[in-house]
């Protein structure tokens, strides 16, 4: 079955949006083993968007619209798409009452006369519900095709699509698609591909697709069958080889989970507290890990030691140290490290000391970086020579040092 996407919105044309939907809704058609051969953007234009798409339909199966359902006069994608398909707009009553409950429940209470254009949908279609807007989104059939609009925001969108458009397309589906992620550190893409090279060239039911992220790389292993079960045997074994082949550098098999929910996870399986002592990335390894509920019982303080003095005074940092190899070193990232968990009285630090750029320090190049993790009276020390902008080297060396404190501690408690 073939899908094709149409975002709409003049906005995205100009770049004043970036278009996350586009992503969001690709991941899931292709997780539900649907083809994809177009994705098409098109302006707040009646003649454009009527022709963008009369030729989606013609060549595909499913087409799923975005934006354009707002009460305003420029949000046209409903009203064209029921011309193109030859349907008349009537007044749905349900959706009517839906809106007066949702300004009922807003700071706004008079509700303007241009919402009501939102009670009006095609002859015969499905409503779904749209719990976080007053858009609701739209199914149409006709003649074996499909049209699905659904609402521009992301946070409409997403929880409409995961709650009633997904088990939709999975019910025209004939075949039951199953998938597995593979999340993997400590590997770039090509590596990654090269070991698994002979899988891969003589895969035909399941797939492995890779996909590089910062400082990681995702593969998924996507099964074809007529049961649930059967895609479950297929996947079983093509996953146990890939996990066997990469060892402790799977840090998750799970779709959701993140690097830093997989260290928050093994933080609590083992009853340990951690600090962070950050320079170059000035605290975004303690955001990542207080993103994750429950970062609360494990995580202990964050130091963010951007000065010499302040490496001296939080994390006794030697005078001599700095002086004699400098604030980017193997020496001050190991100092940094030890100092952290007596600091906080932690089981482990991780610690980060580095060149972000885009100027060096005249002797060190920018990219160079140390970090260094402190636990049982042990340390451990990896120095990175990143490439990028400033922002791409401190994404980078967050990566990297949530995998080092990963690492450090199945090194630890896996021995």
Known sequence: ???????????????????????????????LGLSMYHQVTVGDNRERLSESFETALKRSD???????????????TKEVCAEVMGLSLVEDVHTKERIKEYFKNSIYKEIPDNNWKQALVPQGAVVLDN?????????????????ILLPGPPGELTPLFHDQVFPYLQKLQPEVIRSQMIKICGHGESQVENKLLDLIDGQSNPT????????????????????????????????????????????????????????????????LTVTTAESCTGGL???????????????????????????????????STLKKYGAVSEQTAKEMAIGGVFAADSDVCIAVT??????????????????????????????????????????????????????????????
């Open 208 to 271: 492995i697709a890779t996909y590089a992220k910062t400082a990681e790389v995702h593969l998924r292993v996507t099964a074809k069958a007529s049961s649930e079960e059967e895609a479950k045997s297929l996947l079983k074994p093509v996953v146990k080889e890939i996990k066997s082949r990469f060892g402790d550098d799977v840090y998750t098999t799970k779709e959701e989970e993140t690097i830093e929910m997989a260290v928050v996870r093994l933080l609590k399986k083992y009853e």
């Open 354 to 415: 580095g060149i972000a750029g885009p100027d060096s320090d005249g002797e060190k190049p920018v990219g160079l970086v140390y970090m260094a993790c402190y636990m049982k009276d042990k340390v451990s020390v990896e120095e990175y020579h990143f490439k990028g902008n400033r922002e791409k080297i401190r994404e980078q060396s967050v990566v990297k040092a949530l995998d080092l404190l990963r690492r450090s501690i199945l090194k630890n408690y896996h021995s």
């Open 131 to 147: 719990n976080n807007g007053t858009a609701p989104g739209l199914i149409m059939e006709k003649d074996g095709k499909v049209a």
């Open 62 to 76: 499913v087409v799923i619209l975005t934006g354009g359902l707002g009460p305003t006069e420029d949000d046209l």
């Open 285 to 319: 390894i303690a955001g990542r890990l207080v993103n994750v509920p429950g970062a609360s019982q494990v995580f202990r303080e964050g130091f963010i030691t951007y000065s010499n003095k302040a490496k001296r005074k939080h994390l006794d940092v030697s005078k």
């Open 1 to 31: 079955m073939v899908v094709e996407l149409i975002s709409v919105g003049t906005e995205l044309l100009l770049g004043n949006i970036v278009n996350t939907n586009t992503q969001y809704l690709a991941e899931k058609c292709a997780l």
